[in-house]
């Protein structure tokens, strides 16, 4: 089956994933995917991931993070530019989430990275999601 926003897509497994309490999520794999997945980790939002190399395609299994209580460290997950309506930001314009709490993951000239980031970098790209 061809999913028309794969980004979406991985946002929604995880955030599914997250309701229904389980341990990791499998996630087809491509650069983009791993990309965000690289920063949910270097953010402390996820406690690790694996790529697993299977005979049809490549999967990324991502660790989900708990608290003590059982809580999800990812509160929130919500993508921002779609396919049907580019979202674009300038350097000196990237969104804060909840006060600096939460991170805009953006895909710039230079890669995909944090709003910080870009902001510090100088540089503006598609703002691709939010994460809290």
């Not at 997250?18 to 406690?47: C, Q, W, Y």
């Not at 395609?57 to 509160?75: E, F, G, Q, T, W």
């Not at 709003?115 to 691709?128: F, N, P, S, T």
Request: some cysteine; glycine content about 10%; overall charge positive.
């Amino acid at each position: 089956m061809t999913v028309s926003d794969p980004i979406a897509d991985m946002l929604t497994r995880i955030r599914n994933a997250i309701m229904a309490r389980h341990d990791f999520v499998p996630i087809p794999a491509s650069k983009m995917k791993l990309a965000i997945t690289r920063i949910l980790k270097a953010e402390g939002f996820i406690n690790d991931y694996e790529v697993l190399r299977g005979k049809p395609h490549r999967v990324i299994k991502i660790h989900l993070k708990y608290d003590d209580s059982n809580r999800s460290v990812l509160s929130g997950l919500e993508r921002v530019s779609k396919p049907g309506l580019r979202v674009y930001t300038g350097c000196k314009e990237v969104p804060r989430v909840y006060g600096g709490l939460g991170i805009a993951i953006l895909s710039t000239p230079g890669g995909i990275m944090t709003g910080h980031q870009a902001w510090r970098k100088e540089v503006g790209g598609e703002l691709l999601c939010y994460v809290w």
